[in-house]
Structures are given as structure tokens and as C-alpha cells.
Nanobody, 120 residues
Framework: QVQLVESGGGLEQAGGSLRLSCAASGITFSINAWGWYRQAPGKERELVAALKSGGSTDYLDSVKGRFTISRDNAKNTVYLQMNNLKPEDTAVYYC??????????????WGQGTQVTVSS
């Protein structure tokens, strides 16, 4: 079982930066995919950034060049560096971890969410 705890959210002005952290605990050996999702009021939850075991990354088009997902294996922590923030980035951000093979999710876990608010 995996526990995910997010931190680093808050209020920031447009053009500013925030770094979200996701500390993982429990049995994480089988986890081979990490990601950050976000959900704004009235909208579906969407994948913002993904990091796979091979090191490849994927980003939502609207955050490319501004956000970076990374992982510190020693600290068992995943980060989302968010630069040049825009009001449209305002949402609750969720850390996600999964064991996935051939497109099938064998297990997945979610953090509790952290609020990011970007003012104009």
C-alpha cells in the first residue's frame, strides 16, 4: 500500500512560481508511473504531467515549457515545478502513482490534493 502526501500549494501571483511536493511512503517498489493531475471547479480532472519509469515525460499542452515533473529517489518524493503561473492554472492539484503495464493499471494511489490559486 502507498500513501501520498502533497504540499507546497498556496496563493501566487501570475508570473510567479510554486513547487509542489509529493512524499510517498509504504511499498512503492512496484510503482512505475507518477503524475500530477488538477481539477478546477466545474471541470474534469486532467493530467498535467506524467513521469514514467523509463524517464520519459508528458505534459498537458497548456503547461509545456512552464511546468516540470521530477523525482528524487533518495527522498521518495515527486515534484512539480510550476513557473510563469497563470490564473488558468488555479485548481486543486493531486499527486498520482500507479503500477501500469501495457496500458493496464494494476494499482493506483492518490494524494489528498493541494490548492493552487493564481491571481492576476
Amino acid at each position: 500500500q502507498v500513501q501520498l502526501v502533497e504540499s507546497g500549494g498556496g496563493l501566487e501571483q501570475a508570473g510567479g512560481s510554486l513547487r509542489l511536493s509529493c512524499a510517498a511512503s509504504g511499498i512503492t517498489f512496484s510503482i512505475n508511473a507518477w503524475g500530477w493531475y488538477r481539477q478546477a471547479p466545474g471541470k474534469e480532472r486532467e493530467l498535467v504531467a506524467a513521469l514514467k519509469s523509463g524517464g520519459s515525460t508528458d505534459y498537458l499542452d497548456s503547461v509545456k515549457g512552464r511546468f516540470t515533473i521530477s523525482r528524487d529517489n533518495a527522498k521518495n518524493t515527486v515534484y512539480l515545478q510550476m513557473n510563469n503561473l497563470k490564473p488558468e492554472d488555479t485548481a486543486v492539484y493531486y499527486c498520482h502513482a500507479a503500477e501500469v503495464h501495457n496500458g493496464f493499471y494494476y494499482s493506483q494511489f492518490w494524494g489528498q490534493g493541494t490548492q493552487v490559486t493564481v491571481s492576476s
